[in-house]
């Protein structure tokens, strides 16, 4: 599987934006999805997790009620919604597939990773 984040920007506080990730092949639907994101000088953190028929999701803390994972099997495509965005959201946002269909939390669970995507929100 090979994933393509995109939708990443500069933004205002309080603003939103929505990330995409495009997978190729055929078999998208058969993976639990993720993001991530990584902010300078701090770890990889997990941000939401969507499982192979959308039917669960799990989000961080942190952006639980404003952020949205969603997800199109028809269209090989998991999105991000952000919303109420912050300062403290700026970092390279990453999407992951996972062989754990129902979605995990887990980095170290992920199989394929995208290239990331930059966001950036002003105060």
């Known amino acids: 599987v090979q994933l393509q984040a995109s939708g990443g920007g500069l933004v205002q506080a309080g603003g939103s934006l929505r990330l995409s990730c495009a997978a190729s092949?055929?078999?998208?639907?058969?993976?639990?999805m993720g993001w991530f994101r990584q902010a300078p000088g701090k770890e990889r953190e997990f941000i939401a997790a969507?499982?192979?028929?959308?039917?669960?999701?799990y989000y961080a803390i942190p952006v639980k009620g404003r952020f949205t994972i969603s997800r199109d099997n028809g269209k090989n495509t998991v999105y991000l919604q952000m919303n109420s965005l912050k300062p403290e959201d700026t970092a390279v946002y990453y999407c992951?597939?996972?062989?754990?269909?129902?979605?995990?939390?887990?980095?170290?669970?992920?199989?394929?990773w995208g290239q990331g995507t930059q966001v950036t929100v002003s105060s």
């Open positions: 092949g055929r078999t998208f639907s058969s993976y639990g």
């Open positions: 969507i499982s192979w028929s959308g039917g669960s999701t």
């Open positions: 992951a597939a996972s062989k754990y269909i129902s979605g995990t939390y887990y980095g170290a669970e992920y199989d394929y």
